[in-house]
């Protein structure tokens, strides 16, 4: 039993070698071979991008009911030439600045004002949307669609009128205004708050004699990527809750540009397109039913699009109507996230945050981790803080595993007879075990019980400190600056002391090392095991996964480091309490004591 136990952990461990290695090698060097294959690609085909669709673009007029086409230009420009070529109004709060196109009405020119793109704070702000018109385009749209009777109704290209002087604040919202060639009148007011949620309200006024039919639609639209390899820890691409009553729906980039996303027409929730830290979506009215649709579009210039188009509805003559859409565009902080959806009523707002399958352990995770950060204001020490909490809790299923390690110590002697006694008969050997097991009051398995238990819990806080944006550029203490990036030091220069760089697969930091020589020692509490193969891989272990730790967030290794510590203080206890022999220092002088020569 006790073999086969061996060999079952064996084989585990050869698979988190494998995995890790497809997972944290060879994906990200085939992405970066596909990225650099586009970026040929792109390089070759750039002159051949093709103008506008101008009925569409001009008048939002579709004989076939689809959104109108994105305005496109000629060429790329910087980012600063497109933003001088354009009537804009300034959008100035305390966490965003940039401006609205007064063509099209579009959001394209965005930075958040409390994230930089370094540690630094004087490294520039995070620019989330970029003009059309340039490399990094990426931008939200608000408009409608009409018909031959409604006339030309604000689209892509539609140029609207803002006030003299007119910027948009916290204290202070915007009203644009377009009357179209029919008489429509459109006041389209945009407010926005101290955070990242803009509320875009149109008044539709209709001064002809006759009822008009509309519909409106809404986009997110970028250009490119991220460019950074993916990892299957996080979601980045589509995202969206389809209908008030509807579960997440998320989609990759790469699924998006093999087969477009159709969904099922719906009546509220929200849609948009997620980075690991920023996001932009819309949030359509939440009683008018839409389709909706994620999809990569290649005509010209490529690039990936959330959009929603409502059902019909009517505006009478002489009876205004209002349509309110909101939009989210910004970093995706839990608390502010959560407010969202209870001060707006955004169906499953909260899920804009990826915390994975164990949802329901994670997020409480994360308040955990949040109420020690406000305690201490230290993210570091939160995290110390939280593992301390979740050891305490999993300490009675600890004991009850370790209980089960201890006593099976205590009757390996007689298992040693057992076998000397019954020999090659494995049938025999097998039921005197069980029968050992019975008289000792021993359960062979209880052992694995908590450690499946606990697997949840510590993914949770993996995937907790992985993605959180609060995580970003949290200072622990000395020269972790960044709990979210890789520790800077590295063994291979002495830790900065040599004057020169080390290439990135030899950054092994400090607390990488520390993390290995807490899982040795934690290794080391248990007798090394007697087949060679096994004794190698347990011999081993800790330095492959040393490497392999290395390029993870800091976060994630001091949590790791410090969790292995826990679990050999734990152990020892509850070894000493049921009278086990403790193997770690036994096994420590092994190591370094000279063994006899064999004498031939």
């Known amino acids: 039993m006790e073999k086969n136990r061996n060999y079952f952990i064996a084989i585990a461990l050869s698979v988190v070698i494998v995995l890790a290695w497809q997972f944290l090698y060879m994906n990200p060097r085939l992405e970066a071979q596909r990225r650099a ?30 959104l109108p086409a994105s305005a496109q230009a000629q060429g790329q420009v910087t980012r600063e030439e497109s933003l001088a070529k354009s009537a804009r109004v ?15 009405a579009r959001f394209d020119d965005l930075s958040l004002r409390e994230y930089h793109e370094t540690v630094d704070p004087k490294s520039p702000t995070i620019v989330l949307f970029s003009p059309a018109d340039t490399k990094d385009g990426y931008f939200t749209e608000l408009g409608y669609i009409g018909s031959q009777e409604t006339g030309t109704v604000p689209g892509p290209s539609t140029v609207w009128t803002a006030p003299a002087g007119a910027k948009l604040t916290v204290q202070t919202p915007v009203t644009l205004t377009f009357t179209n060639d029919k008489g429509l009148l459109f006041n389209r007011t945009v407010a926005i708050d101290e955070h990242y949620m803009l509320t875009v309200t149109d ?3 209709n001064p002809t004699g006759a009822a008009v039919n509309l519909s409106s639609y809404g986009r997110v639209t970028r250009y490119n990527k991220p460019n950074h390899p993916s990892v299957y820890v996080i979601h980045e691409g589509f995202l969206g809750v389809i209908g008030s009553e509807a579960g997440l729906s998320e989609h990759s980039y790469s699924n998006v540009e093999k087969e477009a996303t159709v969904n099922a027409k719906a009546t509220g929730g929200w849609l948009g397109i997620t980075d690991k830290y920023w996001a932009a979506t819309l949030i359509p009215p939440q009683t008018l039913a839409y389709e909706s649709q994620f999809r990569y579009l290649a005509d010209g210039q490529t690039r990936y699009q959330a959009d929603f188009k409502s059902d019909s509805f009517t505006v009478q003559p002489g009876q205004p109507t209002e349509i309110k859409n909101l939009v989210f565009a910004g970093a995706k902080e839990v608390p502010l996230v959560d407010g969202y959806e209870a001060s707006h009523s955004i169906p499953k707002f909260d899920l804009l945050i990826d915390w994975g399958w164990f949802y329901f352990i994670t997020k409480p995770m994360f308040k955990l981790m949040d109420f020690f950060f406000r305690f201490f204001g230290n993210f570091g020490v939160a995290i110390l803080c939280t593992t301390i909490v979740v050891k305490g809790l999993f300490f009675p299923l600890a004991s009850k595993q370790y209980a089960s390690m201890a006593a099976m110590k205590r009757v390996q002697p007689k298992m040693e007879e057992l076998k000397a006694k019954h020999g090659d008969d494995r049938m025999a050997m097998q039921q005197a075990m069980m029968q050992l097991y019975k008289e000792e009051k ?153 063994k006899p020569a064999q004498t031939k």
């Not at 040929?40 to 689809?66: D, F, H, K, W, Y």
């Not at 100035?92 to 609205?100: E, K, Q, R, V, W």
Request: charged share 10%.
């Open 90 to 104: 300034v959008i100035d709060t305390p966490a965003l600045s940039g401006s609205i196109n007064l063509t099209g």
């Open 442 to 594: 021993i359960n062979p398995i209880a052992g694995c019980w908590p450690v499946l238990l606990q697997i949840p819990v510590f993914f949770a806080l993996y995937k907790v400190i992985y993605v959180t944006i609060e995580m970003r550029h949290a200072p622990f203490f000395g020269w972790i600056q960044d709990l979210s990036a890789p520790d800077p030091t590295s063994l291979f220069n002495l830790f900065g002391l040599l004057p020169y760089d080390v290439p990135h697969a030899l950054m092994i930091g400090i607390w990488p090392i520390i993390m290995g020589v807490t899982m040795f020692l934690q290794m080391r509490m248990n007798p090394t095991p007697p087949d060679p193969t096994q004794a190698m891989i347990f011999t081993w272990m800790p330095l492959v996964f040393t490497f392999m730790l290395a390029s993870f967030p800091a976060g994630l290794v001091i949590y790791w480091a410090w969790n292995n510590t826990l679990s050999i203080m734990q152990q020892a206890l509850i070894m000493k309490r049921h009278g086990a022999k403790i193997e770690l220092f036994g096994n420590l002088k092994s190591i370094f004591q000279r």
């Open 203 to 205: 008044k539709i006024e």
């Open 37 to 66: 294959e586009e970026a040929r690609l792109a390089s070759q085909g750039q002159s051949q991008i093709i103008q506008p669709e101008s009925l569409g673009a001009q008048s939002g007029v579709q004989p076939n009911g689809t």
